[in-house]
């Protein structure tokens, strides 16, 4: 019997100093639904990266699995062990500015390095930031044009990185490119009658297009499955052997300030989304005067630079850095939390249900047949899906004819010239062409209108709502 909440109060669990172990079964109920459908999700979304470490860490595919998997574990601590409120995630936009960085270095061990060096300094970003408190300080000096310009780079990364890809399975990757697109972001769509066959495919939008890009690989030859029973077996101790710091060795001091410039471009990106993260929490809030949220911004830089530093040690770095946040599985849990306790009785009963089976799915030999052709899909989708999200989201943040043009230019410079010359470049046209104060006539973004724009990205819930 999960422990009972009074009224009003944060959810119990075993208090470890600032931390919060809740134990699923015993703090918070089991949803069998919510497992198996996260669990399948987080492994299609989630492994998506697998692909770029076999190409920039030239591993093999079994060495790739054993690192994500020990990534969902680390996910899944965010919320279980740590007790963080909010759905963990990997900083998706700065995914592309990463791939730009590792195009510098050779694919083995010196891409290895160069993406240690990358997790140390976000990592000691996250734990100066989160000791002082000086990370919202430091989010206000950066201008909204160059925090513009960073999103920026990360949609053209993206785009540019997918365009490369395009030639090697056009006919697949271009019809999840269609399905997806259409089901999440189209007008069109949206305005359709709401009838049962609309909202069971806008909330698997993901998995339609997965299946329609599925049945064109097959159709074209472009894809090919390969379906055995049996338990996957990850080769841990050769996963260490291979990216494990004391294997490959530290990175030169030269390496880890050139990974400075991207490493502070993702903790910008990251404090964005503990922003938007707390915008949709305060609507929960509001929603349900039976729980309390605990929000605590010192303790989530915290848990992100334990995370990253844990994955470094454990299994090697990520391509994508671990965040606070995966915004479309946050906005679908709370949605359901809005709903009442008879639905969801803590918001930790949904973040813990729904990464709870990943780890068991993603062994299982006949999952993985099913999976393994369609990474290179789900990479695709997830970079498209980011580039065009981060896209719009940048122009919103600017008015006038100037800022835009500075953030198209700053995007440019970083996605083609690399996050130093984008930074640096960003920083001397911000002043020359806007000098200091030039925003201050621009209109501030609201939160109503940031959750507005997440609510138009995310994927129809089971009942029929945006999620």
Request: glycine letters at 10%; aromatic letters at 10%.
């Amino acid at each position: 019997m999960p422990s009972q909440r009074p009224h009003g109060a944060v959810h119990p669990g075993i208090k470890w100093g600032r931390f919060t172990l809740r134990i699923p079964g015993i703090h918070v109920d089991l949803t069998p639904s919510t497992q198996f459908q996260g669990g399948l999700l987080l492994l299609a979304t989630g492994g998506a990266t697998a692909p770029l470490l076999m190409q920039y860490f030239g591993v093999s595919f079994e060495i790739a699995w054993t690192v994500m998997l020990v990534m969902f574990f680390w996910v899944f601590a965010q919320t279980f062990l740590f007790g963080d409120v909010y759905s963990a995630g990997g900083i998706a936009a700065g995914l592309p500015l990463t791939i730009i960085f590792l195009n510098d270095f050779t694919p083995g061990p010196e891409a290895i390095r160069a993406m240690i060096a990358v997790t140390l300094v976000v990592s000691f970003l996250f734990l100066f930031f989160g000791i002082t408190r000086l990370g919202e300080r430091f989010n206000r000096l950066v201008p909204a044009t160059l925090k513009a310009g960073i999103i920026m780079g990360a949609a053209v990364a993206a785009f540019q990185s997918e365009l490369n890809r395009l030639e090697s399975m056009p006919f697949t990757l271009v019809t999840a490119w269609v399905v997806v697109l259409a089901l999440m972001f189209s007008a069109p769509f949206a305005r359709l009658p709401n009838t049962r066959l609309k909202m069971l495919v806008g909330a698997n939008a993901l998995l339609v297009a997965f299946i329609a890009a599925g049945v064109v690989g097959l159709i074209s030859g472009e894809l090919r499955f390969d379906i055995q029973w049996g338990l996957f077996v990850p080769p841990v101790r050769e996963t260490l052997d291979t990216l494990a710091p004391w294997s490959v060795g530290l990175p030169s001091w030269g390496v880890i300030v050139s990974a400075i410039p991207i490493g502070v471009m993702i903790y910008i990106l990251a404090f964005g989304d503990l922003l938007v993260a707390d915008t949709l929490l305060k609507g929960a809030d509001k929603a349900r005067s039976d729980e309390k949220l605990d929000i605590d911004h010192t303790r989530s830089h915290y848990v992100l630079a334990i995370r990253n530093l844990a994955q470094l040690v454990t299994a090697g770095p990520l391509v994508m850095l671990h965040g606070p946040i995966w915004t479309g599985v946050q906005v679908f849990l709370i949605e359901r939390y809005k709903k009442g306790r008879h639905v969801m009785d803590s918001l930790f009963t949904g973040t813990t249900n729904f990464y709870l089976l990943a780890i068991p799915l993603g062994l299982l030999m006949p999952v993985l047949g099913l999976i393994m052709p369609m990474l290179p899909v789900a990479l695709s989708v997830t970079l498209v899906l980011t580039g065009f999200a981060c896209a719009y989201v940048a122009m919103a943040m600017v008015q006038g004819n100037i800022e835009r043009g500075l953030v198209l230019t700053i995007g440019m410079l970083t996605a083609v010239m690399g996050p130093a010359w984008g930074i640096g470049a960003g920083i001397l046209l911000y002043f020359l062409m806007l000098g200091r104060g030039g925003e201050q006539a621009a209109e501030p973004v609201a939160e109503e209108d940031v959750t507005d724009a997440l609510e138009q990205e995310a994927p129809y819930s089971a009942e029929g709502e945006r999620a």
